[in-house]
């Protein structure tokens, strides 16, 4: 009777070891946490969704040869493998101090290295921080003109130098525009037309010359930089308008709360800039420093404005 008593004991003991032993274990939040975050991708990008679109990079107020830019430029080379972006287009204030041939080196050419060593090119407009002989540096391929024009497959940029908006940039800004009949018609220049920052804000005066002219020849997209944080405005006119210029530089909570041009803003860390033109729709994405993505979306091409209509259909 006592052995038998004995044995059960024992099985029941062994039974509930062996229940013990198949629970799973207990994982704290903390822990939880913490592989959720060693599972996220140290890059957040997207790959383009066509095929034959228009891919570049967009960055501004960039020279300064400081550990920031450095590590903006990393990401965006590592960028490059999702997102094969073809050339970039720089938004001013490009090299910041002294610009000796050192400078260029370590202001541009070492932090772009990962870019510029794959054949991509770069198109920089002027900012107020640039001496004018930026135009004769060969990387920036602005031929040594303070305002050009370029094509990319279905787009056509203009490049304008906003520190100087005279009349003959004027005129001659106009007669590009009304001889371009490209899907796309993009500018890109320094100071922004429409802005929520707190340090400079709006350039009214040079929206009183530009906006008549971008509006009567149906440009589309407008990048400027100046301000050192990324900002989206509300559409303007029928026109899409993006601030970047935080791409090395930051001023950090710089944008006016609650200001009714800002469709998304982001004036915490330095971004860079992708996007993709596709036939009826742009595609962008920001991403951050550290790689994480601050703003995206898809963007439909406005119609064209009736005059412009009417001289594509003419030719």
């Known amino acids: 009777m006592r052995l038998r008593h004995f044995l059960l004991v024992g099985l029941l003991t062994l039974g509930c070891g062996g229940l013990v032993a198949q629970q799973a274990p207990t994982v704290k939040p903390a822990a939880r946490s913490a592989a959720a975050q060693a599972a996220k991708p140290s890059l957040e990008i997207s790959p383009p969704r066509e095929m034959d679109s228009v891919r570049f990079g967009i960055l501004g107020d960039t020279g300064t040869g400081d550990r920031r830019q450095y590590e903006v430029g990393a990401q965006m080379t590592k960028a490059m493998q999702i997102f094969p972006f073809e050339f970039v287009i720089m938004l001013g204030d490009n090299i910041y101090g002294s610009e000796r041939p050192q400078d260029f080196v370590r202001k541009f050419e070492k932090p772009y290295g990962g870019i510029l060593s794959q054949k991509i090119p770069f198109y920089a407009s002027l ?50 525009l009304s001889r371009a ?135």
């Open 127 to 176: 900012g107020n921080h640039d001496d004018p002989t930026q135009r004769y540096y060969k990387p920036f391929n602005m031929n040594g003109e303070r305002f050009y024009t370029f094509k990319k497959g279905d787009a056509r940029f203009f490049a304008l130098d906003s520190n100087y908006m005279d009349q003959p940039q004027l005129k001659w800004i106009e007669e590009q």
């Open 181 to 315: 009949n490209d899907r796309w018609k993009i500018a890109f220049f320094h100071h922004p037309l429409y802005s929520s920052g707190e340090r400079h804000g709006s350039e009214v005066d040079l929206r009183t010359r530009l906006e008549p002219l971008f509006v009567k020849y149906g440009v589309d997209i407008v990048f400027a930089g100046h301000e050192h944080f990324y900002e989206r405005v509300v559409p303007q006119k029928g026109i899409y308008y993006f601030t970047q210029g935080g791409s090395a530089k930051l001023r950090e909570g710089n944008i006016r709360v609650n200001s009714a041009l800002t469709a998304k803003g982001y004036d915490t860390d330095n971004v860079f800039m992708v996007a993709e033109l596709g036939k009826d729709s742009m595609q962008f994405q920001v991403v951050s420093r550290t790689g994480r993505r601050v703003d995206s979306g898809s963007l439909p091409l406005m119609p064209e404005p009736k005059q412009a209509e009417d001289k594509s259909r003419s030719q």
